[in-house]
């Protein structure tokens, strides 16, 4: 009997999908897409430093009334960043053995220095979010940072971000990973639109616009905090050191 082309079973056309290039990318812009959203969040959230203490408590202490949507997000978040990771050197190792990889909509995103720094520039962001993690949410670099509260006895999220950047050389490596952060999505945010495939020929330059104009909000945006420490224009409470 001649052989009979069999249709793969459901499960192995989806494996077939995760591990083509496109599949890879799909994952990539899925997975950069929700901790970009928690990065957007993030960035206003911490923006209201400036409006003041009160403020920035009262915001930091009511996110942590709702420990199951913390944790929710924590996993998810540590899910993406796992993928994330994982295809990206995948991807990085597949590119440096010259196989050609293409977008969903078409091949053209152009291979700038943001597209060959991308595992650079991702494994300084990596390497930011340990920091920031023993930082200022495990307090193991500053734990004497869990000892400030405000006048209302919550958490003084507000001194302790202050007293972390008022050591210029913290605010060094956050403004540089920040670069890292904003460099990595002018690459990432336009080809997340053109993988998503809202990206076309005509479309393109405008989408390109848009990620690079987002990518500098999120620079300037998360940068002004350090900034605006070093340069005395938020200043620690009174009473507080
Ligand atoms: C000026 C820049 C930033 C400041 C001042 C800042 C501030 C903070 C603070 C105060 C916390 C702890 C909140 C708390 O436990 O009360 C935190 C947590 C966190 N930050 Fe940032 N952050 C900055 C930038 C970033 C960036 C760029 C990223 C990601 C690339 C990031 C990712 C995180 C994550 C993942 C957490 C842990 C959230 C959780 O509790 O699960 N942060 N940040």
Not at 35 to 54: K, S
Not at 73 to 89: D, E, M, S, Y
């Amino acid at each position: 009997m001649n052989s009979v082309q069999t249709k793969p079973a459901p499960s192995e056309v989806q494996v077939k999908f995760i591990s083509s290039s496109i599949g890879k990318k799909m994952f990539m812009a899925v997975t950069g897409l929700f901790m970009f959203l928690f990065v957007l969040g993030h960035m206003v959230g911490n923006l209201q430093i400036f409006i003041g203490q009160d403020q920035l408590n009262a915001y930091a202490n009511a996110l942590k009334k709702v420990p199951e949507l913390i944790w929710l997000v924590r996993a998810v978040l540590l899910v993406c960043l796992v993928l994330h990771v994982w295809r990206g050197i995948q991807l990085y190792f597949e590119n440096l053995s010259s196989r050609p990889v293409r977008y969903i909509v078409n091949s053209t995103v152009q291979a700038s220095i943001a597209s060959r720094t991308m595992i650079f520039t991702g494994a300084g962001i990596f390497l930011y979010v340990v920091y920031h993690l023993l930082h200022y949410t495990f307090l193991v670099t500053n734990p004497q940072y869990a000892g400030l509260h405000d006048a209302l006895g919550r958490h003084d999220v507000y001194s302790m971000v202050i007293l972390g950047f008022q050591n210029g050389w913290i605010s060094a490596v956050y403004i540089l990973a920040m670069f890292s952060l904003g460099y990595h999505l002018t690459h990432a945010l336009p080809s997340l639109f053109q993988t998503l495939g809202l990206n076309n020929d005509k479309t393109r330059t405008k989408y390109d616009v848009a990620g690079w104009i987002i990518a500098v909000l999120v620079f300037i945006g998360f940068s002004a905090i350090p900034v605006a420490v070093l340069l005395n224009i938020i200043k620690l409470p009174e009473g507080v050191l």
